[in-house]
Nanobody, 113 residues
């Protein structure tokens, strides 16, 4: 099973930017669609964005559309989530998954107002 490792989280002020990375352990990474989910403290995990294996097709939750951008570099086995104009409600642990049971350990994003 492919291993996924998220990084790039941290503390950022509202209106700022942050870029998250999801690094996969296998070259077969480029055959997977990858999703980003997030889980605010005490709440359910929710979908954020997805990208097809080729990178040509993307989708976003309404709450992040126009602010977040998902992309991938298959040569580096990495998917990115560029977060712009962040809001306090974006505070959560962010996870990436290939939809086949592999999840990373998560990276904490905290947005201060």
């Amino acid at each position: 099973q492919v291993q996924l490792v998220e990084s790039g989280g941290g503390l950022v002020q509202a209106g700022g930017s942050l870029r998250l990375s999801c690094l996969a352990s296998e070259r077969t990474f480029n055959t997977y669609n990858i999703d980003w989910f997030r889980q605010p403290s005490g709440k359910e995990r929710e979908f954020v964005a997805s990208i097809s294996y080729s990178g040509r097709i993307t989708a976003y939750a309404d709450s992040v559309k126009g602010r977040f951008t998902i992309s991938r570099d298959n040569a580096k086995n990495t998917v990115y989530l560029q977060m712009n104009k962040v809001k306090p409600e974006d505070t959560a642990v962010y996870y990436c998954t290939n939809g086949l049971g592999s999840w990373g350990q998560g990276t904490q994003v905290t947005v201060s107002s």
